[in-house]
């Protein structure tokens, strides 16, 4: 099932009319991201907690693509809105506002022999997934895995929630490239992080933002909060990794090792 029109320029018109800000690294705040009753629609057929894939006490999952004990309407719901908006309307969407700043992360993560190779692999969506938070969930500053070209996250708030729990974006001082395919933290390697921004978590916004050096994100839900969920609908931008894996195998044998970690093709030789 495609995504009606209507539906689709709504969320074109608040991607275009949101403000990208370049401090303390390319991000916006989308307010409004979807139509109101898709918003709706979306939170009715939000899965019990009972049906999310449990991490620890304090982080649970649900992916709409792998599970097939959750209520149906859940699953073919949240199934269409993954694959249809999010892949087949935002993202592409995303990628022309995100691209002046994506050429230039892609120059200095592989070089102007290769940032132009980068651009031509086709990006995707992956990983989409709507995260169940409880209190005494904590998420230190940090950059997503190398693969990763663009972070979303969709806050699904209920009535009653608190604005307090959104995300905080950091600046980073004396940072660098990440060395590895890894999580990325960089207070690890000698930076410092300075808060620069918190988003608030309000029901039907959107921060979308680069994963680039000069820049980290986190999260706090503190134990004695009076909430006790927080749903958020995170995803990625990036190109399929055999795709990626191929373009490292092809750069410099001493500008491989950042890449470590990643998943060669089988037909391969490192």
């Given amino acids: 099932m495609g995504i009606p029109v209507l539906q689709a320029s709504h969320v074109r ?3 275009d009319t949101a403000t990208l800000v370049t401090e303390p690294g390319p991000h916006m705040v989308v307010t409004d991201l979807l139509p109101p009753d898709l918003y709706a629609l979306l939170m009715e057929t939000m899965p019990p907690p009972d ?3 449990i991490a620890d006490k304090f982080k649970a999952n649900f992916d ?3 599970t097939t004990v959750a209520p149906q309407r859940s699953r073919q719901t949240w199934k269409w809105f993954q694959q249809g908006l999010i892949d087949e309307v935002l993202t592409p969407i995303l990628l022309e506002r995100f691209l002046p700043s994506l050429t230039a992360a892609y120059r200095a993560s592989f070089g102007p022999g290769f940032a132009e190779d980068a651009l031509r692999l086709r990006q995707h969506t992956f990983r989409g997934r709507l995260m169940l938070r409880r209190p005494g969930y904590r998420l ?3 950059r997503d895995s190398k693969i990763v070209a663009i972070t979303g996250l969709i806050y699904f708030a209920r009535a009653g929630d608190s604005a307090e729990y959104g995300t905080d974006l950091y600046r980073v001082h004396n940072d660098q490239q990440a060395p590895s395919m890894k999580t990325f933290y960089p207070e690890s390697y000698g930076a410092r992080v300075e ?3 918190s988003i608030p978590f309000v029901g039907n916004t959107a921060l979308v933002f680069l994963n680039v050096p000069g820049m980290a ?3 706090a839900f503190p134990r004695d909060a009076t909430q006790t969920e927080r749903y958020a609908y995170q995803f990625y931008i990036g190109p399929p990794e055999p ?11 001493d500008k491989r090792a950042a890449w470590t970690g990643i998943n060669l093709p089988a037909d391969a030789a490192y």
């Fill in 13 to 15: 018109e608040r991607v």
């Fill in 195 to 197: 808060l620069a921004r």
């Fill in 217 to 219: 994100h986190g999260a």
């Fill in 243 to 253: 795709d990626l894996a191929r373009l490292v195998l092809q750069m410099p044998i």
């Fill in 64 to 66: 709409p693509d792998s």
């Fill in 140 to 142: 230190k500053p940090h």
């Fill in 51 to 53: 049906y999310f894939d």
